[in-house]
């Protein structure tokens, strides 16, 4: 298990462990913390209640790709509605300052982009945006 990149990317992954129990984000970031902390693939899955082999999926995915690789594979879930300009327009906007993600979310919306919390984090992490 490779060490945080850089300072942002370890406070992404905690930042989303520290997300809410039954989130899947928070749940694999969860697998990286022990992992970084020395815990074993047994040891983390055992805790996790998952097999050592999609606790090992995860970390591996996470090493290749960092924080996005903690994402939902691609294929998987309901097709995205935000269009590649309208990407381009959110992260062009969080970069114009300081938001909490429901303020963000808020005035995204007040610009004619409809989307909900969860997806605009995952835009903003996939971008490599500090929102905060």
Known sequence: MRPPVGAWEEHAVRSLADGAGTNAWARRAQLVLAAWRGESVTSIAARAGLTPHTVKRWLTA?????????????????RSNVTEDDR?????????????????????????????????????????????
């Open 62 to 78: 996470f090493d290749e790709h960092g924080v996005p690789g903690l994402m939902a594979q691609p294929g998987s879930g309901r």
């Open 88 to 132: 381009d327009r959110i992260v062009a906007f969080a970069r114009r300052g300081r938001w909490t993600l429901e303020t963000l979310a808020e005035a995204v919306r007040a610009e004619g982009v409809d989307l909900g919390t969860g997806q605009l984090r995952k835009i903003l992490i996939a971008e490599g945006v500090n929102w905060r």
